[in-house]
């Protein structure tokens, strides 16, 4: 599919200052950039893969066209996502159902339960477990994945999961998917092959391992991976207080870095032997030659939170599936993509944010 092509403001040419100059300004005036109000969101929990409950917002338009289903990052919640709430907004108003979630560990959903995450394995079953709830309560079944960095991440392994459960497996192949019903049938979760569209993702999280091991080697890097640490640490002491007993205090003390976090607390409850194995495990680029459904993914060359290196193995691993369309773009940054007005001019976007008027306009124009 053709696309004008992404160009921001001559100061925003450059990886880190997109990233900071988004994350410092738009997050406090990211409302001014649209005109869009909030959806009336409605409160609800999901029964997810093995039972787990999940929160989320949905919204539900007169005559939707379709439904979206999106999460975000790897810290945060509903609350403080104003990138997913932006989505929202945007989606509401040209006419789609909204389903927006906390992901296992954060936000309500760590309130409900002490699971923690897995980086896709099993939050891909989460997504079309929601999927098939909000089915259930009226959005209507032309199903999109969405996200952006780790929530990418998950998406993908959402349609993985959706092509597993038509085979009659489970995420990880082993025909034990449960969502409220241990059942493993399109059928018994009121659900058709052809419910779920696709995806479509921005900043992709594609393999943990290099990006963590690239991250912690720059100074820019190594300030984003202490400060995510904080935040995951903070994560598990709320999971900790709201479930007593659930965790280790003495393995939350010694978590001090992602990989630290993943070691303490992640790694054992779902048998792995080391960090390194889990992020190979979860990693979201193998899954790309073998998507069977309509998946757009834009991604920047100087995103600076993950590994340069990644970039000709994404194309490779996009070339030959007919079924991906990649937007690669030369700027953007991590979770950016804010566009000059020239490149909204050209592109006829109503606001700056360059990303997810392609996602939409890429929903709009995909043929099924």
């Not at 921005?202 to 690239?214: F, K, M, V």
Request: hydrophobic letters at 40%; glycine letters at 10%; one cysteine or more.
């Amino acid at each position: 599919m053709c696309y004008w092509p992404y160009n921001p403001p001559r100061f925003l040419q450059n990886g880190v200052t997109m990233t900071v100059y988004t994350g410092l300004w738009a997050g406090r005036n990211w409302e001014k950039t649209t005109k869009y109000s909030e959806p009336p969101y409605q409160e609800q929990i999901f029964i997810g893969g093995q039972g787990v409950p999940i929160f989320g917002w949905v919204a539900i338009p007169k005559s939707a066209r379709g439904t979206i289903v999106g999460t975000y990052g790897i810290t945060g919640d509903l609350e403080n996502q104003w990138f997913l709430r932006l989505l929202g907004r945007k989606a509401y108003a040209q006419g789609y159902a909204v389903v927006l979630f906390d992901w296992r560990a954060h936000g309500k959903t760590a309130q409900l339960s002490p699971t923690l995450t897995s980086d896709g394995l099993y939050e891909g079953e989460d997504f079309l477990c929601i999927a098939a709830a909000a089915k259930a309560m009226g959005c209507p079944g032309k199903f999109w994945f969405t996200g952006y960095s780790l929530g990418e991440q998950l998406a993908l392994w959402g349609v993985k999961a959706v092509q597993d459960l038509g085979k009659g497996q489970g995420a990880k192949g082993n025909g034990n998917f449960q969502c409220s019903m241990p059942d493993d049938q399109f059928t018994t979760l009121g659900l058709e092959a052809d419910d779920i569209d696709g995806a479509a993702v921005i900043c992709p999280s594609l393999d943990s391992r290099r990006s963590l091991a690239y991250l912690v080697k720059h100074p820019f890097g190594r300030y984003i991976e202490k400060a995510i640490a904080r935040q995951l640490k903070k994560l598990a002491w709320r999971i900790h207080d709201a479930h007593p007993g659930s965790i280790d205090p003495a393995a939350i003390e010694r978590a001090n870095s992602i990989w630290g976090f993943d070691k303490e607390l992640v790694i054992e409850r779902l048998g792995f032997s080391s960090p390194e194995a889990y992020y190979d495990a979860s990693s979201a680029l193998p899954l790309l030659p073998n998507l069977q459904k309509p998946t757009l993914i834009i991604y920047a060359e100087d995103d600076p939170l993950f590994d340069p290196a990644i970039v000709p193995d994404l194309q490779a691993a996009c070339a030959n599936n007919p079924m991906i369309d990649l937007l690669l773009t030369r700027y953007g940054g991590h979770v950016g993509y804010i566009s000059s007005k020239e490149c909204q001019q050209q592109a006829k976007d109503p606001d700056v944010w360059w990303a997810w008027n392609r996602v939409l306009q890429w929903i709009e124009e995909i043929p099924l």
